[in-house]
């Protein structure tokens, strides 16, 4: 099994930035991505982006490319998520997920966190 616990979401202003990270703990040498997700009120689960664990390669939705950064610190164990440039649109609850294996589709990951809430205003 594999634990993961997000942090870092809150209330920002359109334009602010945020960092979000995600925890893994048990069978980690089993994760191939780690992916963030999110989701809003009265929609369903989008992808936001994915990142390899072994060699760092990185996937992005169209919606966030060029403001948000995905990254990994293999030594902790932990996906970063940095967020710039927010606009009321990206207000979702943002989910942490990893995988054994794929990129992009939900149902490929596995193993969730909570989720952590992020909110921008406009």
């Known amino acids: 099994q594999v634990q993961l616990v997000e942090s870092g979401g809150g209330l920002v202003q359109a334009g602010d930035s945020l960092r979000l990270s995600c925890a893994a703990s048990g069978r980690t040498f089993s994760i191939y991505t780690m992916a963030w997700f999110r989701q809003a009120p009265g929609k369903e689960r989008d992808f936001v982006a994915s990142i390899t664990w072994s060699s760092g390669n990185a996937y992005y939705a169209d919606s966030v490319k060029g403001r948000f950064t995905i990254s990994r610190d293999n030594a902790k164990n932990t996906v970063y998520l940095q967020m710039n440039s927010l606009k009321p649109e990206d207000t979702a609850v943002y989910y942490c997920?990893?995988?054994?294996?794929?990129?992009?589709?939900?149902?490929?990951?596995?193993?969730w966190g909570q989720g952590t809430q992020v909110t921008v205003s406009s």
């Open positions: 997920a990893a995988s054994r294996g794929g990129h992009y589709y939900a149902d490929e990951f596995g193993y």
